[in-house]
Every structure is written in C-alpha cells, then in structure tokens.
C-alpha cells in the first residue's frame, strides 16, 4: 500500500531553515508528480511546491517562491522541501501528496522566537 511519511519539521527562529522529507513506498516513486502542501491553525490546506516525476520542473506559492526548494531523489524514494528565510507566517503542518488521495501524517514546523 501507498505509504508517505514525513520527517524534519520541528522549532527554528525566524530567519532559519529547515529540510523536511518525504519517504515513499507502495507506488512507483519516478513515475509520480509529488507535491507539499501545508495546513495553519484555523486556515485550508494550501499548496506549497509541485515537482515532475523526473525533478526537471518545479511550481510554487507565491508565498514561498525564492525561499523554498523542492526536490527529490528517486534512487531514494524520497522527497524534499528545503525552507530557508522562514517567517512565522510558515508555522503549519506540512504534508506530502501523491495522487489525489494520498497523503502522509504531516510533520509540524513551528517559526517562532
């Protein structure tokens, strides 16, 4: 079965970075557009970043552009998003998704002094 489990979110200052992980089993991973998307308190669920199933193409928010970078290793079966420059707007729940039904747990990344 599909599995999405994600790693690396925690507390970092304003300012910092983080690299959050996304490892994939139950699918063929290379053969998949993946994306991230985040959830605040009281607001949807937003998209972050989208990457091709190959890596060579890339979309963001709007929010995010200059300061998060998607990427993945298909060797690994893993995806990333590297988060530079957070703010504390970024403070959310952080999840990966393939498909349109699939979803990891979500990690938490908390921007915060």
């Known amino acids: 079965q599909v599995q999405l489990v994600e790693s690396g979110g925690g507390l970092v200052q304003p300012g910092g970075s983080l690299r959050l992980s996304c490892a994939a089993s139950g699918f063929t991973f290379s053969s998949y557009i993946m994306s991230w998307y985040r959830q605040a308190p009281g607001k949807e669920r937003e998209l972050v970043a989208t990457i091709s199933s190959a890596g060579g193409s890339t979309n963001y928010a709007d929010s995010v552009k200059g300061r998060f970078t998607i990427s993945r290793d298909n060797a690994k079966n893993t995806l990333y998003l590297q988060m530079n420059s957070l703010k504390p707007e970024d403070t959310a729940v952080y999840y990966c998704?393939?498909?349109?039904?699939?979803w990891g747990q979500g990690t938490q990344v908390t921007v915060s002094s």
């Open positions: 998704r393939v498909g349109r039904q699939y």
